[in-house]
């Protein structure tokens, strides 16, 4: 039947005006939706029984809202990441990643398998849409269709999923990388189903390193060794993302060696904390304030929670052992991160060992000299932190692995920026 066919067919059964019809039907035509679904739509919006529950309509990427209950989409696939779930007791293997159009891209999920692969152009007709961290994603079921187009959908992102680990985030699916594994452990965990080998250290490329874990425990993956991981997902650990390698993952040895930067990626404050975490970044700001529970503190023997007056919040009076710590603001002018140092740079900052700020602080009967003293020296100067940024609700926190006064000359410093602003 062609579209005057389809027109004429269900002008009779709704016993409409036919010419009405036929141009909505053009229009959702237009849009690629399938020719049932439009017909379905036409039934419904003249009060026929749709046969479907609720009506999906036609949007850009970029207009899908959470609100929206059910869509249909015309995009091109950026990447497919298997990963195997257990689903009301059973295994199940779904498929996730990013559907992208020429007005933006978003995640979704798929519950079966319909075939399509990276690059991929599709029209996704009646995909869920739910909520995932504030944004809308699509997720594929039973009712969802999925009809190959001919003409490739335009779209400004990058279908295949290629990246440098620099550029990975929490959520990340169907991701492939090339990375020198720098660190490489077996390591036994306590799960849902007893015991499980995993494999677990760090990886690095040109950009960056990020910490991993090989659910499959691959024995080849061993420290000096570079691969090609492809299909691996992004989660959050301790609020740095992790690259994540699944049953699904395929794990190629590179003949190439893969240079590895030593040294962290120095960023922008504002950006770091955008991306939601890093393992291992630097930057460059002034110390605008040493915060209280600096210096001199007492942690809990059990959890290493540090006590206030004395109580652990979560095991109450106990006998609290001494550490040292700084919490530092620093502000690059674009944002600012609580850096926190540990006993070592604490001591160094300091300039003496604990014991010397112990005796310090019964010499003056109070505590708080030992802050106030690292305060004299530190705040107002500029520094470069490295270390592991995680970001939460209560702010963004760069667990320090190195902290050092630049005391570069000022004129450098300008030209150094006046560099990176025009690379
Ligand atoms: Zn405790």
């Known amino acids: 039947m062609n579209v005057d066919e389809h027109a004429e067919e269900l002008a009779s059964t709704l016993g409409v005006d036919k010419a009405e019809v036929k141009s909505d039907l053009e229009n959702l035509l237009s849009y690629s939706v399938p020719i049932d679904e439009a017909k379905q739509s036409i039934r419904r919006k003249h009060g026929g029984d749709s046969g479907a529950s609720a009506a999906p309509t036609s949007k850009d990427v970029a207009d899908v809202d959470t609100d929206d209950g059910n869509v249909t989409v ?36 798929a519950w079966q398998d319909f075939g399509f692969e990276a690059g991929d152009s599709v029209t996704v007709g009646n995909a869920n849409v739910r909520e995932w961290d504030g944004k809308p994603e699509l997720n594929l079921g039973q009712s969802t269709t999925v009809a190959v187009e001919t003409e490739p959908v335009e779209t400004a992102h990058e279908a295949g999923g290629d990246t440098d680990l620099v550029d990975l985030r929490a959520g ?11 660190e490489s452990e077996e390591r036994v965990i306590s799960g849902r189903d007893g015991d499980t080998t ?15 874990t090989d659910w499959g425990a691959r024995p080849e993956l061993r420290e000096g060794e570079a691969f090609r991981f492809e299909d691996a997902y992004v989660r959050e650990f301790r609020g740095v993302p992790q690259v994540n390698l699944s049953e699904f993952t395929t794990v190629t040895p590179l003949s190439r060696d893969v240079e590895v930067n030593e040294d962290a990626p ?19 700001g002034n110390l605008l304030e040493v915060r209280d529970g600096s210096g001199l503190i007492e942690r809990c023997p059990d959890c290493g929670r540090v006590l206030q007056n004395g109580q652990c919040r979560q095991h109450g009076d106990v006998d609290g ?48 000299v030992v802050a106030d003293e690292i ?22 926190n ?15 410093r300008a030209a150094a920026v006046l560099s990176e602003v025009s690379a």
């Open 321 to 368: 052992e001494d550490d040292m710590r700084v919490k530092a603001i620093i502000d690059d002018g674009h944002g600012t991160v609580t850096a926190v140092l540990d006993r070592d740079l604490t001591e160094e900052l300091y300039g003496a060992p604990m014991a010397d700020a112990m005796e310090a602080a019964r010499e003056a009967m109070d505590k708080e």
């Open 375 to 396: 305060r004299n020296r530190v705040v107002g100067r500029e520094f470069r932190v490295r270390g592991n940024l995680s970001v939460d609700d209560y702010g963004a």
């Open 198 to 212: 995993i494999r677990s250290g760090v990886v690095a490329d040109e950009s960056a390193r990020l910490p991993f």
């Open 398 to 412: 760069l667990e320090a692995t190195e902290f050092e006064e630049t005391g570069d000359d000022p004129a450098d």
């Open 74 to 109: 015309t995009v091109r696939v950026l990447t497919v990441g298997k990963r195997s779930i257990r689903y009301q007791g059973e295994e199940q293997t779904i498929r996730e990643g990013e559907l992208a159009d020429a007005t933006g891209k978003i995640s979704y999920t």
């Open 266 to 284: 120095r960023m922008r404050i504002d950006e770091a904390v955008g991306s939601g975490g890093m393992f291992d970044v630097e930057v460059v």
């Open 172 to 182: 990340d699916r169907g991701r492939n990388v090339e990375v020198r594994v720098l």
